[in-house]
C-alpha cells in the first residue's frame, strides 16, 4: 500500500493554521498532509466537504480530526479511502448521537458557561445561530498550556461554530469499520478528559493520555500529536 495522506481536521473555534507545527512534524517525517478547512456550519454539511476532501486524494488517507473535527470525521471518515482516523482531544460520536447528547452524559465542561452567540444570515432569508467562546475565557478554557501572547491572538482569531451542530446527529460512526487511535488531554477544560476517554474505550481506539494537556494541545504538544498519526499511518501503510 502506498503511503496514506494526512487529512487534518480542526474544530470549533479554530482554523487550519493551528495544525502548523503538527504538519511540519508530519512533513519532516516525509508524510504527506492536508489541512483541510472544516466550515462549522452543520455536521452533514462539513462531514460531506471533509469526505469530498479525502475522495480527490490519490491512494489512501489518514483521517484526524481535533475536537469538533472528531465528530466530523466519524461521519466524513466512511469515505472509500480512509484506512484510518485519528482523534485528537475529540468527540468521537457513535451512529445517531449528537454533541450535545455525547456531552450530556458527563458534567458540563468549562467551555459550557463561556459561549458568546452571534447571527449570521442564511440562505432564503432569516438567520442562524452560531458561538464563539468569550475572550476573556478563552486562555483558561482552550489553551491554558499555550504561551501568553498566542492564546490572546487565537482569541481573537476564532472560527465560529453554527449552533446547530450540537443538536445534529451523525449518520455514520466510521470508527465501527476503521481502526482508530485517541489522544486524551488530561486538562481539557473545553471537551473534557472524561469525554474523551469514554468515546475512545468506545471505539476501541488505541489511546494516549497526555497529562497536563489543554484542549489545544496540537499547538501546544504537537511532537506528541505528530508521534500518535505517525503511529496509525505506519500501521495501516
Same mark, same amino acid.
Given at each position: 500500500?502506498? $503511503?496514506?495522506t494526512v487529512?487534518?481536521?480542526?474544530?470549533?473555534?479554530?482554523?487550519?493554521?493551528s495544525?502548523?507545527?503538527?504538519?511540519?512534524? %508530519?512533513?519532516?517525517?516525509?508524510i504527506?498532509?492536508?489541512?483541510?478547512?472544516n466550515?462549522?456550519?452543520?455536521?452533514a454539511?462539513?462531514?460531506?466537504?471533509i469526505?469530498s476532501?479525502?475522495?480527490?486524494?490519490?491512494?489512501?488517507?489518514?483521517?484526524?480530526g481535533?475536537?469538533?473535527?472528531?465528530a466530523?470525521? &466519524?461521519?466524513?471518515? &466512511?469515505? @472509500?479511502n480512509?484506512?484510518?482516523?485519528v482523534?485528537?482531544?475529540?468527540y468521537? %460520536?457513535?451512529?445517531?448521537?449528537?454533541?450535545?447528547?455525547?456531552?450530556?452524559r458527563?458534567?458540563?465542561?468549562?467551555?459550557?458557561?463561556?459561549?458568546?452567540e452571534? &447571527?449570521?444570515p442564511?440562505?432564503?432569508? #432569516?438567520e442562524?445561530?452560531?458561538?464563539?467562546?468569550a475572550?476573556?475565557?478563552?486562555?483558561?478554557?482552550?489553551?491554558?498550556?499555550?504561551?501568553?501572547?498566542?492564546? $490572546?491572538? %487565537?482569541?481573537?482569531?476564532?472560527?465560529? %461554530?453554527? @449552533?446547530?451542530a450540537?443538536?445534529? $446527529? @451523525?449518520?455514520? @460512526?466510521?470508527?465501527? &469499520?476503521?481502526?482508530?487511535?485517541a489522544l486524551?488531554?488530561?486538562?481539557?477544560?473545553?471537551? #473534557?478528559?472524561?469525554?474523551?476517554?469514554?468515546?475512545a474505550?468506545?471505539?476501541?481506539?488505541?489511546?494516549?493520555?497526555?497529562?497536563?494537556?489543554?484542549?489545544?494541545?496540537?499547538?501546544?504538544q504537537?511532537?506528541?500529536?505528530?508521534?500518535?498519526?505517525r503511529?496509525?499511518?505506519?500501521?495501516?501503510?
Open positions: 500500500m502506498p $503511503k496514506p487529512v487534518l481536521v480542526h474544530g470549533a473555534f479554530a482554523d487550519a493554521a495544525w502548523f507545527a503538527v504538519v511540519a512534524e %508530519l512533513q519532516s517525517h516525509g504527506p498532509v492536508v489541512a483541510a478547512p466550515p462549522l456550519r452543520g455536521l454539511a462539513d462531514a460531506a466537504h469526505a476532501v479525502a475522495a480527490q486524494i490519490r491512494g489512501p488517507v489518514v483521517m484526524v481535533h475536537s469538533y473535527g472528531g466530523v470525521i &466519524t461521519v466524513a471518515g &466512511t469515505a @472509500a480512509v484506512v484510518a482516523l482523534y485528537v482531544a475529540a468521537v %460520536l457513535e451512529e445517531g448521537e449528537s454533541l450535545g447528547e455525547l456531552q450530556g458527563f458534567p458540563p465542561a468549562g467551555l459550557a458557561g463561556d459561549l458568546m452571534w &447571527t449570521y442564511v440562505p432564503g432569508g #432569516g442562524a445561530v452560531e458561538v464563539t467562546i475572550e476573556e475565557a478563552f486562555p483558561s478554557v482552550f489553551a491554558a498550556d499555550v504561551t501568553g501572547t498566542v492564546v $490572546k491572538v %487565537l482569541g481573537s482569531c476564532q472560527r465560529p %461554530l453554527a @449552533a446547530a450540537f443538536d445534529e $446527529k @451523525a449518520t455514520a @460512526a466510521a470508527w465501527r &469499520t476503521r481502526p482508530s487511535w486524551v488531554a488530561g486538562a481539557d477544560r473545553a471537551i #473534557g478528559p472524561d469525554v474523551e476517554r469514554f468515546g474505550a468506545r471505539a476501541g481506539a488505541t489511546v494516549v493520555e497526555l497529562d497536563g494537556a489543554s484542549h489545544a494541545v496540537p499547538l501546544s504537537p511532537t506528541e500529536v505528530a508521534r500518535l498519526i503511529d496509525a499511518v505506519h500501521a495501516v501503510s
